[in-house]
């Protein structure tokens, strides 16, 4: 069974540009996640979905982020235009239920160097 | 509000010797604690959850960990280090309140020959 796949895994861009990262949750997982963790800092949330419908969109940083689900299989998140302080590794994770019964399944990262 | 607190940015031990990696936790409601590993150019990696059984919990690659009420703690142990455990571990807490999983800071395991 495949697992929780991100693309792509390293992306450097330049202050002002937009990226777009992608994320392939496991087959059948309706919840799916996107976190974020800044150089030696905490793995930070960011939102939620279930299907294609954002659950908690609590943890999005500002308006500059852009997150979707179309069709409910694969999400993207963008960022537009980039800033130096989005500078991280951006982790996905998805799971087929609730995470105090079902365990999240998370990617390898994408790590974005804003330059 | 839920939160982690893990005591040790970095720890080195001894191939061979215990490892003892701490978490603290904060939470208002019953939570369920978790410790991930990660590994170079990996994704996060469940090692073993508590969701309020058995306090004792054992995970995979024979690690464990004891939720302490009284302490507010879920501290990670193993009896004897392996070079292939050098990696970094993060504690996480849900509490079901928010869909969301709160990690710690992350510990840096080191281990030596």
């Known amino acids: 069974e495949a697992g929780v796949t991100q693309f792509p895994s390293h992306s450097v861009i330049e202050k002002g540009q937009t990226v777009t990262l992608r994320c392939d949750p496991i087959?059948?997982?309706?919840?799916l996640y996107w976190y974020r963790r800044v150089m030696g800092k905490e793995i930070k949330f960011l939102l939620h979905?279930?299907?294609?419908?954002?659950?908690?969109e609590s943890g999005m940083p500002n308006n500059r982020f852009l997150a979707e689900r179309t069709g409910g299989t694969y999400s993207t998140l963008k960022v537009q235009p980039a800033e130096l302080e989005d500078s991280g590794v951006y982790f996905c994770?998805?799971?087929?239920?609730?995470?105090?019964?079902?365990?999240?399944?998370f990617g390898q990262g994408t790590r974005l160097t804003v330059v | 509000a839920q939160s982690v607190t893990q005591l040790d940015s970095h720890v080195s031990v001894s191939e061979g010797t215990p490892v003892l990696l701490r978490c603290n936790y904060s939470s208002s409601y019953s939570p369920s604690l978790f410790w991930y590993v990660q590994h170079p150019n990996k994704g996060l990696q469940l090692l073993l959850k508590?969701?309020?059984?058995?306090?004792l919990v054992k995970g995979i690659n024979g690690f464990e960990a004891e939720f302490k009420k009284s302490e507010t703690s879920f501290h990670l142990t193993k009896p004897s280090a392996h070079m292939s455990d050098a990696a970094e571990y993060f504690c996480a807490i849900y509490t079901g309140t928010a869909s969301k999983l709160t990690f710690g800071t992350g510990t840096r395991l080191q281990v030596t020959l």
């Open positions: 979905f279930v299907k294609e419908s954002k659950q908690d």
């Open positions: 994770a998805s799971s087929s239920g609730t995470l105090r019964h079902t365990e999240a399944f």
């Open positions: 508590y969701t309020s059984a058995a306090t």
């Open positions: 087959s059948g997982h309706d919840n």
